[in-house]
Structure formats: C-alpha cells, structure tokens
C-alpha cells in the first residue's frame, strides 16, 4: 500500500507575515491527516518554516538545488543547506525551470544525485508541452525524462525518490488533466519502472500535478496511480490546500 502525499510548492509566492498565517492555519487543519505532508519554500524562509513546523507533521522542502558540493559559485545553494536547515524534499527538474532556466534531462539528473547522496527526497517532475500531446509524444518525452534518472542510477536508486507527473499545459492554466488523462500516464510511468524492478515500480509514489483545486481533487486522487499530489496556487491558501490534503485522506 502506498502513503498517499501533497506537496505544496508556493514557487516565489511568500513574505514572512504570509508564511506565518499559512502555517498558523495548516498546522491544526491537518492534525487528523493520514497522508503525508510537504511544503516547498523559498530558500530564505526555511529557518522560519523549520521554526514554525518542526513539531507538527508538515515537513519541509526546497524548490531546487546546485549539483555541486560547496564550492565557490556565487549565488548556488547545496544539498548540504538544506539538510542543515531539516529540509527533507526537494523539487528537482520542474517544468518552470526546464522552460525559462533551460535546465535538462542531464542538469536535472545531476541535482538528482546531489539530493540522493545528501538524503534528501527528489520530488522529480515530469511532463509534456500541449504541442507534444497533440503529436501524440506524451509517452515518448515521459519516457525520456524519466529514463535520465531510470537508465542512469537504476530502479534502487528512484526508489528513494518521488515521481511527479505535471503536463505543462495543465500547471498554472485552470486546465488540469482529466482523472483518465492523468492514469493513462501514471500507469505508464509505472509499468516502465516495472520493466526494470516490478517492486519497484509498485512502491513507487507518483504524483499529479496542474490545477489541481478543491474540486478535482477526489477524482484525480481516486485513480489507482495516483498517489497524490503537487500543488502550486492552491498550496498558498490554507482552506484549499486542507481540503486538497483531505481529498486525498479519502481517495
Ligand atoms: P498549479 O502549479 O497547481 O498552480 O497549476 C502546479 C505546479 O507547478 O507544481
């Protein structure tokens, strides 16, 4: 059986008085929750949130990482920092970043290993442009960007990760994936790892990820290769991102 999870990424969304609110809201609202639950800070803030969040279930995480150890490169920050600052996740290869930063399979690959070897969880994001779907390419550029991670480290090592499916016309739009849509790709990334290690792959937690909202959430979360999921506008509201966390208590 596979914990469920949600992970709220506020991407470059918050201030200090905000981060309070929100986190003096979730802490009570998800007391009875079963699932597990992660947000994705900016780097400034994870003192404030280690401080606000270290005894209550919520961990904590990063939005990216360097690849590189300490070292002199200006403005980087290592896999180190953030265990020194309790981080326990940290987001590697979101599409934001592969599409305005230029990062790639390979880039993203190397902070994968950096995070494993430091610890921490990769939430390791994957996913297709609507130009790629319409071509009918999902499998194809799925399949590859996973295979950085798979074909480079194996299968024991991606078990220390989180899979994260978010089709690049669903995040940030308010079209999000169908319940159908999103399966069709999860079991797909699913039966791939299983051609490699079938333990593996049926451990594996994969992630949804693009609008989900307090009203697709159920559905989504009640497909059998879901197992959770990735949320960015709706993680900065602390009603939304309750009911989204409950929705997958349910699902
Ligand atoms: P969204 O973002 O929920 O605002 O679509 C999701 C993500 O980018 O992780």
């Not at 008085?17 to 079963?34: D, M, R, S, V």
């Not at 290592?78 to 599409?99: N, P, T, W």
């Not at 999902?138 to 994260?164: H, N, S």
Request: net charge negative; charged share 20%.
């Amino acid at each position: 059986m596979r914990r469920k999870l949600v992970v709220g990424n506020w991407k470059m969304n918050s201030s200090k008085a905000g981060n309070k609110a929100l986190l003096e809201a979730l802490i009570p609202g998800l007391q009875q929750e079963t699932s597990d639950v992660v947000v994705c800070v900016p780097y400034p803030y994870f003192a404030q949130v280690q401080t606000i969040a270290q005894t209550s279930k919520i961990k904590w995480g990063a939005q990216n990482l360097c690849a590189n150890k300490n070292t002199a490169l200006t403005g980087a920050v290592s896999a180190a920092m953030l265990v020194d600052y309790g981080c326990s996740h940290v987001i590697i290869g979101h599409s934001e970043r592969r599409l305005q930063l230029h990062e790639t399979d390979d880039t993203a690959a190397a902070r994968f290993t950096a995070a494993i070897d430091a610890g921490l969880t990769p939430i390791f994001c994957m996913g297709e442009t609507k130009e790629e779907r319409d071509a009918g390419s999902t499998e194809y550029i799925v399949g590859r960007q996973l295979d950085a991670i798979l074909r480079r480290f194996g299968p024991e090592t991606v078990a220390k990760c989180v899979l994260a499916y978010e089709p690049l016309w669903a995040v940030g739009t308010d079209v999000p994936a169908t319940p159908d849509q999103a399966q069709e790709v999860h079991h797909y990334i699913r039966k791939r790892i299983a051609r490699c290690d079938e333990n593996v792959a049926e451990n594996m937690r994969i992630l949804y990820g693009g609008s989900l909202n307090p009203n697709n959430a159920a559905a989504l979360f009640a497909m059998p290769d879901i197992d959770g999921g990735l949320v960015g506008r709706c993680s900065l509201n602390a009603n939304d991102f309750i009911a989204i966390c409950k929705a997958v208590d349910e699902g």
